[in-house]
């Protein structure tokens, strides 16, 4: 699936600018930004429901714009099953076999048995947790081979947190679909993702593959003899600071840092392993990070 060019504009709002990229078939990208930085919003154009203003979405290098029979490959589960509350599970079965054609019942109710999901009159009388998981043995019912999820785990219990990132993953590997995953859970993408595109003000701030995006950081615990120079401070980000104990980010290679630093003659210096949390905030954190 290619994401070409993507810009989109609300009355005179500008929500998404040139958003490019492409998601490789069998993989999990998480697209993570700060509060309404446009991931919803993008993941709406992905999948057809919001038009762009300019740009294309391209599956098979076609236009799911031109072409609206491609859309049978993509499936939206939105973070709210609210819509759904309404209909029973049978009524949701019946409508998505209307839309996709190749939903696949007898896959439908082996999964409905393998997360002991009910049939319910009222999808609404499902807890929380079991909502979730129906939308996701919808969504892999369909057969679509690009799933787009909204903040699948927010306000889920541990347990069924981890089932659905196990059947998330187990979907990639048996079925090579493709999951992009908009989330806040920057922990949960870590463990799983293949890729990660930053979203800031509606532009792909960064687009890397999660361990390249590793190699490209450093994060470090420095001491100085007094306060931090000013002229180091251009060239890092500080996520922490306790005293004269900074913990920071630098976006280059490990050796550059090393040898920048130690033009400043730190009293202690000690590198420390990464998170997907570290890179995001010092990507986005900007001045809001140490107060
Ligand atoms: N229909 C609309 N009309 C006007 N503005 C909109 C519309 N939809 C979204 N926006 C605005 O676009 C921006 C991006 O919203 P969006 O919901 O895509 O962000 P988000 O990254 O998903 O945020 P969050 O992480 O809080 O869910 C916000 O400023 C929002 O107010």
Redesign the pocket.
Known sequence: MKIKHISKR??Q?Q?LSDIDFEVKTGSIVGIV??????????LRTMVGILNPTKGDVLIKNESIFSNPKLKENIIFVP?SSEALKNYSTKEMLNLYKGIYSRFDEEYFHELMDRFSLPEVKKIGNLSKGMKALFSLVVAFSTRAKYILL??PTDGLDVIVKKRILKILVEEVAINDVSVII?S?RLDELEFMANDIVI?KD?KVEKHYELDSMKLNYLKAQVVFKEYMPEDLKNHITVINQTGRVYTIVFEKKRDELRSLIETFQPILYEELPISLEDIFIATLGGEDIVS
């Open positions: 609300v009355h709002n929500i930004g700060r509060n309404g930085a446009g991931k919803t919003t993008l973070d909204d903040e908009s806040h979203i509606g």
